[in-house]
Each structure stands twice: as C-alpha cells, then as structure tokens.
C-alpha cells in the first residue's frame, strides 16, 4: 500500500521558522518526484516546491524562493520542506504530493502527481 502522510504543520510567529516532513512509500519504481503545495481558505490551490527524487534537482515557486528549502532523504523515504521566515501570507493547509509513474517533468503541476497526503496545517501569526 502506498502511503503519503505529513507533519511538522503548527502555530508560529511571523519570522519564525518551521520544518514539514512527508514521509511516503518506497516502491520498486519510484517515487520519481515529490513536491509540496498549499492551499488557505476562499484561494486556489498553489505550487510551493518540488524535486526530482533521484538527482535531486529542486524547483521553488517566486513566492518563498529564498526562504523556503526542499530536500528529500532517501534512506528515510521522506520530502522535507524547510521554512524560514515565515509570514502570515504563508499560512495555509499544506499538502504533500509524490509521483510514483514518472511519466512527467512538470513538476508544477499537481497532474503530475498520483498521491496526495492528507495535509498540515501552517498558520503564522503577526
């Protein structure tokens, strides 16, 4: 079975850091990428960060490039995103995605991926 659960989500301050971890299944083949969107209330679902699980290459959305680090551990099976200072307008319900067919590049986009956690709760306060 494959699973896809994340954690770390909380309550912070503005300029506070935070650290959230997916833990996923490791199959024969794949995953071959894993990423991290977020989503807050009333707004559209939107791409934070993605890697490729085995060059480890990483794409980060304008919005926390420079603040933001994704990096995964392979022996551990799990897609870290670290999160540095933090701001209101981060807060939001974050979601953790794996693609497990490797059939696409666009990392981008959440079609690229076939499983999704269930998310974790961000909220930073003023």
């Known amino acids: 079975q494959v699973h896809v659960v994340e954690s770390g989500g909380g309550l912070v301050q503005a300029g506070d850091s935070l650290t959230l971890s997916c833990r996923a299944s490791?199959?024969?083949?794949?995953?071959?990428?894993g990423g991290w969107f977020r989503q807050a209330p009333g707004k559209e679902r939107e791409f934070v960060a993605a890697l490729s699980w085995d060059s480890g290459y990483t794409v980060t959305a304008d919005s926390v490039k420079g603040r933001f680090t994704i990096w995964r551990d392979k022996d551990a099976n799990t897609v870290v995103l670290e999160m540095k200072k933090l701001q209101p307008e981060d807060t939001a319900k974050y979601y953790c995605?794996?693609?497990?067919?490797?059939?696409?590049?666009?990392?981008?986009?959440?079609?690229?991926?076939?499983?999704w956690g269930q998310g974790t709760q961000v909220t930073v306060s003023s």
């Open positions: 490791k199959l024969a083949y794949g995953p071959y990428a």
């Open positions: 995605a794996v693609d497990y067919r490797g059939v696409s590049v666009r990392f981008r986009e959440e079609s690229t991926y076939d499983h």
